[in-house]
């Protein structure tokens, strides 16, 4: 299968990896877009891209950018999105809804949504929507057997409004327990970081998914305490309370279970390392990219045909 994958040149997380899991398993022309090439689709597929050579087309980009130019991506065939923050439509924020108003205008595409019930609102709305999770670069971060001088902690962004319940939480929890919040660099710091945390705190409030931050922390050997996203997306995932995650709906849940931890440090162990082993089975990105190829190559739906002004406006570059 011959696959044009295009991914954002500029961003923050390292997804080099991820890439990689596509390419491993797919004939792949991985192309690094800029800003400038994803505000005008139009123009970088008329002077760079021969649609017909591929039999899928992979969009990663940015979100704001495609809803800008929804008619030129009408005209694209065997269109696949790959996207992680399609949760942004069920929750308060400027997107809320964004993503089924820009879903319904290519009802054709399959979207690969990195939540289970969020893939699954997306099928009951009428799309063809298929979940494959986000994951980790296990190249990147492993745990290194470091002593873990850093009892609770989070590492990441709590500025977004769509993190506005994560940094709600943490600011609640920093009053009654001595949790550290803080950022590192991508990469080495960050490994070095997660693997001085024991407990590591994630707090997707109200998201409906589990962050990467989650199976980063537990490939790292942190003791992952994650805010609990239902038992939908606790199944699909394999994620089991008390066993390789500690799964929490309150400050006072979450004090209660850290307590137990606290005075049985085998228990906070063997989480640990149930955790660590279901992150190294299951969501390194090499399987992960394995996976998003597996969901690509089935039947798309058929796109209508472009009609003759249509044609004429795509050859003419407009």
């Known amino acids: 299968m011959k696959v044009l994958f295009l991914v954002q040149k500029e961003q923050r997380a390292i997804l080099d990896r991820l890439y990689d899991g596509v390419a491993a398993h797919c004939e792949c022309d991985l192309r ?56 942004q439509n069920y929750i308060a924020c400027k997107y809320t809804g964004a993503f089924s108003a820009h879903y319904r205008k290519l009802p054709w595409a399959r979207v690969i949504s990195s939540g289970f019930v969020v893939s699954q609102r997306l099928r009951q709305e009428g799309f063809d929507a298929v979940f494959v999770p986000k994951g980790y670069d296990e190249q990147l971060l492993s745990d290194q057997g470091r002593e873990r001088d850093l009892e609770l902690a989070f590492v990441g962004s709590t500025k977004s409004v769509a993190y506005s319940g994560r940094k709600a939480l943490l600011d609640e929890l920093a009053q009654v327990e001595n949790l550290l919040v803080t950022r590192t660099k991508s990469g080495e710091d960050y490994c070095n970081t997660l693997n001085r945390i024991r407990f590591f705190v994630s707090a997707d409030v109200g998201m409906g998914e589990y962050m990467i931050k989650n199976f980063e922390a537990m490939a790292c050997g942190c003791v992952l305490l994650a805010f609990d996203q239902g038992p939908a997306e606790n199944d699909a995932l394999g994620l089991q309370d008390m066993h390789n995650v500690v ?25 640990a390392a149930n955790g660590r082993e279901l992150a190294l089975s299951g969501f390194s990105f090499s399987q992960v990219g394995r996976s998003i190829v597996d969901h690509m190559k089935p039947p798309l739906r058929p796109r209508p045909a472009l009609n003759a002004w249509q044609r004429l406006r795509l050859r003419l570059g407009f």
């Open 32 to 87: 690094w877009l800029s800003s400038e090439d994803q505000r005008n689709l139009r123009r970088y597929f008329k002077r760079e891209v021969d649609v017909e050579r591929y039999d899928r087309i992979i969009f990663f980009l940015r979100f704001k950018q495609e809803i800008r130019q929804v008619g030129f991506i009408r005209t694209l065939p065997n269109l696949v999105i790959l996207e992680h923050d399609a949760y």
């Open 247 to 271: 799964l929490y709906d309150s400050i006072p849940v979450l004090q209660r279970k850290l307590a137990v931890l606290r005075g049985d440090p085998q228990l906070a162990a063997r989480i």
